[in-house]
Nanobody, 126 residues
Framework: QLLLWESGGGLVQPGGSLRLACAAS????????VFWFRQASGKGREEVSC????????SYADSVKGRFTVSGDNPRNTVTLHMTGLKPEDEGLYYC???????????????????WGGGTQVAVSS
């Protein structure tokens, strides 16, 4: 069974950067599509980015395009979300999820997934 856990969150000033990691155990991520979601306080969970490791295809929410970069580290069985130019509206709990059957061609609702880790908190404040 695939288990995922997130790390790398923290408090940064506006314009700062963070690198989040989604680490996996139990199975290799090579055959998976990995999604990053975030949930701001009082709001629903929204998809931020997607990476299909088999072919490297990826996608981003419009709100983070040009600032966030998702990449895979197959030897470490990890997917990284490098966030730059952080804004207060980027604040929230960031989660990752994975699925073998999905692609990055369209947004996936968070309700599709039923197995979530604890997330990692991102705070952006001066």
């Amino acid at each position: 069974q695939l288990l995922l856990w997130e790390s790398g969150g923290g408090l940064v000033q506006p314009g700062g950067s963070l690198r989040l990691a989604c680490a996996a155990s139990g199975e290799a991520l090579d055959d998976y599509t990995v999604f990053w979601f975030r949930q701001a306080s009082g709001k629903g969970r929204e998809e931020v980015s997607c990476l299909r490791l088999a072919d490297g295809s990826r996608s981003y929410a419009d709100s983070v395009k040009g600032r966030f970069t998702v990449s895979g580290d197959n030897p470490r069985n990890t997917v990284t979300l490098h966030m730059t130019g952080l804004k207060p509206e980027d604040e929230g709990l960031y989660y990752c999820a994975a699925d073998k059957g999905l692609s990055c061609s369209h947004l996936v609702p968070s309700t599709y997934f039923d197995n979530w880790g604890g997330g990692t908190q991102v705070a952006v404040s001066s």
